[in-house]
C-alpha cells in the first residue's frame, strides 16, 4: 500500500501540514525547524514516501500536460525531418520545465469545444490551424490557453490568441528572385486542393504573386496548381505543355513525389523543369537532385510557440495576443537551374 503523508507525519511525530510544508513547500503559516525538517525528509526517504501526482495535480488544477493538435500527422521515420524538428522544438521548452506533450491527430467535438476546455491539458499547441467560422468561434469559446502555430491573422490575435508563423510572402519572394535570376519567365504553385482557410497556403500565393508582379511577369489564378500530395496530377499537366519552366512547392516532401511523378514521364530535374521547395531540412539533401528549398526555422518556431503557452499557463505573460513571425533562408542546391531552351518551348 502507498505510503501517504499522515504515514511519514505518525512516524516522525509531527502533523501532516508540516509534512506538507517540508517536502511540498506547502502552507506559509506553518513553520517547522531545521532539526524537525531533517527528521521529516529522513523518515520520508525511509518510507519511501513518493508523491501523489493525481492528487497533487488534482490540488493545483494542473496536469502538467500540453497537447499538440495537428491533424493529417504522418510518419516522423520517414522522408521530411519536419515533423522532427517540430517535435525537438516543443520538447526543448516543455520537457525541462516538468510538462509532458500529447499528439493529438485531431480532437473529438472540436466543433463544440468540448474537448479542448475538458481539463485533460494544461493548454494547447495547434498547428495548422485552419481560419473557418467554425474554428474562430472554438477560439472564443476556449477557456485553455492556446498558442497556435503556423497561422497569422488579426482575425486570431483579436480573439486574444497568440500566432508563431514563419514571413510566408518574404519566403516566396526569395525563391521567385533566385527563378528569375536564373532565367525563368513562368513560375507556378503547387497548392493543396483546399486552400481558402489555410493562412500559409494564401499568404505564400500572395508572396509569388507580389515577386513576379515587381518582376514585371504573369502570375494569376492558372499558375496555381491544385494537386494532392502524390501528385498524380503531374502527367496530365505536363501533357498540355504548361508554358511554367519552374515549380515552387508547399513542402519539401512533395518534391519527392514529384521526383517519381516526373521520371515517369522522362522530364529531368532541373533539365526541363526546375523546383523549389520548403522547410529545408536534412531530408533535402538524401533527394536526386538535391532539392532546393526555402528554409523554414521550424524548431524556433516551435520552441517559441512553447514557451508562450508555458507563459500563459503559468500567468507569466500579461502582454496582448501579438503575430510572432520568423524570416526564412533560402538553400540552393541541385534541383533549380536555367531554363533550356527545350523547357522554354515545352
Request: hydrophobic letters at 40%.
Amino acid at each position: 500500500m502507498a505510503v501517504t503523508i499522515r504515514d511519514v507525519a505518525n512516524a516522525a511525530g509531527v502533523s501532516p501540514m508540516a509534512v506538507s510544508k517540508v517536502l511540498h513547500g506547502k502552507g506559509a503559516n506553518v513553520r517547522v525547524g531545521k532539526d524537525t525538517a531533517d527528521v521529516i525528509r529522513k523518515i520520508a526517504q525511509d518510507l519511501q514516501y513518493q508523491p501523489n501526482a493525481l492528487a497533487r495535480s488534482f490540488r493545483l488544477r494542473r496536469t502538467n500536460t500540453i497537447g499538440l493538435v495537428f491533424e493529417n500527422w504522418t510518419r516522423v521515420s520517414d522522408g521530411s525531418q519536419y515533423f522532427a524538428h517540430l517535435l525537438d522544438g516543443i520538447t526543448s521548452s516543455a520537457f525541462p520545465r516538468g510538462y509532458a506533450v500529447t499528439i493529438c491527430p485531431q480532437l473529438s467535438n472540436v466543433s463544440s469545444g468540448e474537448s479542448l476546455n475538458d481539463g485533460r491539458f494544461d493548454g494547447l499547441i495547434w498547428a495548422k490551424f485552419e481560419s473557418t467560422r467554425e474554428n474562430l468561434q472554438v477560439l472564443e469559446r476556449g477557456r485553455t490557453p492556446m498558442v497556435l502555430l503556423h497561422a497569422s491573422s488579426p482575425e486570431i490575435t483579436r480573439r486574444g490568441v497568440n500566432t508563431v508563423c514563419c514571413e510566408n510572402r518574404q519566403a516566396m519572394r526569395q525563391a521567385v528572385d533566385h527563378l528569375v535570376r536564373l532565367g525563368h519567365r513562368r513560375v507556378a504553385f503547387v497548392a493543396p486542393q483546399e486552400i481558402e482557410h489555410n493562412d500559409e497556403t494564401v499568404f505564400r500565393i500572395e508572396g509569388i504573386r507580389q515577386a513576379m508582379k515587381a518582376h514585371g511577369l504573369p502570375f494569376g489564378d492558372g499558375d496555381v496548381l491544385n494537386w494532392d500530395y502524390a501528385s498524380e496530377e503531374f502527367g496530365d499537366w505536363w501533357a498540355t505543355k504548361p508554358p511554367h519552366t519552374a515549380l515552387t512547392l508547399r513542402s519539401e516532401s512533395q518534391a519527392g513525389t514529384i521526383y517519381v511523378e516526373a521520371a515517369k514521364f522522362g522530364v529531368r530535374v532541373p533539365d526541363d523543369l526546375s523546383i523549389v521547395g520548403f522547410d529545408s531540412t536534412a531530408y533535402c539533401e538524401t533527394l536526386s537532385p538535391k532539392l532546393t528549398a526555402i528554409s523554414q526555422p521550424i524548431e524556433d518556431m516551435a520552441h517559441r510557440a512553447t514557451d508562450l503557452l508555458l507563459a500563459i499557463i503559468e500567468g507569466r505573460d500579461h502582454l496582448p495576443a501579438a503575430d510572432h513571425v520568423f524570416p526564412c533562408g533560402f538553400d540552393i542546391r541541385e534541383s533549380t537551374a536555367r531554363p533550356s531552351l527545350k523547357a522554354e518551348e515545352n
